[in-house]
């Protein structure tokens, strides 16, 4: 019985602690988010292997601030930035993480209800680490947090010219015989268009 006294009294004085956050949000905006996005590519031609990156940063309506050690960034800007949707449930005070084609990748459901401040949603940075499957890392001199992504490998034909057929999805080929798909009807593009377009390689010809 004590115990749970005693946990509700430590709920109580975390729920206080947040009301000092809205006021301190407004002016801590010299908080960095900066996005790693490592690739390795094979080329499909020769089998050389290429490591790179992509680096940015991530632009906020409302900043992320500091505060007792912790780093709070606003997850929807975070997570578009790295191609993900979110769904925030206020009842539920859950998370939802989904992908690029709208598929639920993980819902969260929180402790304590959603961290709202001037219409945005922030989480901690270990949140986003945690659902996102990036690595955090928090530089306290330069103010800027950076979530690197884990590597992503992929193949590519150095030409960058990709075949699309007129059916069969949105998938593009590396040649246009590959056998599922009507060579004449066809087109040319470059790998680059078809993969902003959300196209995916197909599997036979990769
Ligand atoms: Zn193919």
Not at 1 to 11: G, Q, S, V
Not at 85 to 112: F, K, M, P, W
Request: charged share 20%; aromatic share 12%; net charge neutral.
């Amino acid at each position: 019985m004590k115990r749970k006294m005693l946990l509700f009294a430590l709920l109580m004085s975390m729920l206080i602690t947040f009301i000092p956050v809205a006021a301190q949000a407004s002016d801590g905006g010299d908080i960095w988010v900066r996005i790693v996005r490592q690739y390795e590519r094979t080329n499909a031609n020769t089998g050389e292997i290429v490591s790179f990156d992509i680096r940015f940063y991530v632009q906020f309506e409302e900043p992320p601030f500091l505060q007792d050690g912790e780093v709070y960034i606003p997850i929807r800007e975070a997570a578009e930035a790295l191609g993900y949707g979110v769904h925030l449930d206020r009842e539920a005070q859950s998370i939802t993480v989904t992908g690029a084609a709208n598929e639920v990748i993980r819902t969260t459901y929180l402790d304590a209800a959603l961290l709202i401040i001037n219409g945005r949603t922030f989480v901690s940075m270990q949140f986003i680490s945690e659902n996102l499957g990036l690595y955090a890392h928090w530089n306290s001199g330069t103010k800027t947090v950076t979530f690197t992504t884990p590597v992503t490998q992929f193949t590519y034909t150095p030409s960058g010219i990709v075949w699309l057929a007129r059916y069969g999805g949105e998938i593009y080929h590396s040649r246009n015989n590959c056998g599922v798909m009507v060579s004449e009807w066809a087109t040319r593009t470059t790998r680059r268009a078809a993969r902003s377009s959300g196209y995916r390689a197909c599997q036979n010809c990769w």
